[in-house]
């Protein structure tokens, strides 16, 4: 009777422990993939706890940019890609593996991706086979379900806005470019646009990083949030904003603890 009651016991708690190992990642998270080809991806990812121990989930893609010619006309269509995965919470590594995708326009593969989850459980970073090379980028954030928001334009997070730098653009979408133009001194940035993170402390470097903006009808945002002062206060990044191919503007942005500097991005 007491072996019955230790084993009906152990069997319930099997549930519960696999959750608690892999409640880090589980979740909604949003993010970008690109590699050296010059493919380019948004996505939006969903995995949830089967309860024994297993993840499992799906990509939602969105084709950005690709280097052929003959798909320019799919830029803007998405397709869906299912997985298993499986996550060890004391390395914070996570394996996903693509097993079957709804994929009517054949714009994905499957793939296999390589990620670690940042300390403070909000980034997700890595690598994916992409047919073997290895040479896949991926960067994820976690997706939360309420807005940081902008109160009345003028305040962030406690945080003074300045928006004195306007930008003017036509296309629903535009690349934005964020790099160190000076010394790397350090600096970590986060970045909002429209009250929603869309970047979380990033360590700003010389070489550029780049993410596609979705930009509302008339004004739209953009925050640099300064996670440090870095080196060589106070926390900069230069900035450029590309419309169809073509630089619109390269501003530098200035932040510290306690303001946040700032531009608004009108869309026509």
Partial sequence: MHTLRF?????????????SQNEDVVGKWKGEWSNHQGFYFKFLLEMEDDGFGEIKGAFTWKLIKSP??????????????YFTATYDKTTRKLV?????????????????????LSENGEVLE??????????GVFY??????????LEDKQQLQGRKIITT???????????????????E?????????????????????????????DLIE?????????ENLGELPPNTAAISVIENGVETATLILNSDMGKSEGIKIVKE
């Avoid at 052929?68 to 890609?81: M, W, Y």
């Avoid at 097993?99 to 390589?114: A, E, T």
């Fill in 68 to 81: 052929r010619a003959n798909e320019q006309s799919k830029l803007g269509l998405t397709a869906v890609e």
């Fill in 165 to 183: 730098k306007e930008v003017t653009v036509r296309q629903p979408e535009v690349i934005l470019q964020f790099w160190d133009d000076r010394k």
């Fill in 185 to 213: 001194d350090g600096d970590i940035i986060s970045l909002n646009l429209n009250g929603e993170w869309i970047l979380r402390k990033y360590i700003v470097k010389k070489t550029k990083g780049e993410i596609v903006l």
């Fill in 140 to 149: 994820g954030i976690r997706s939360l379900p309420k807005k940081d928001k």
């Fill in 96 to 116: 996903i593996k693509g097993s079957r995708k709804d994929d009517p326009h054949s714009i994905i593969g499957l793939d296999i991706y390589h990620l670690t």
């Fill in 218 to 226: 008339g004004d739209n945002y953009l925050i640099l949030h300064a």
């Fill in 126 to 135: 890595g690598i994916t086979a992409n047919h073997g090379t290895w040479k």
């Fill in 7 to 19: 084993l009906t016991a152990f069997l319930f708690l099997i549930p519960l422990l696999s959750f």
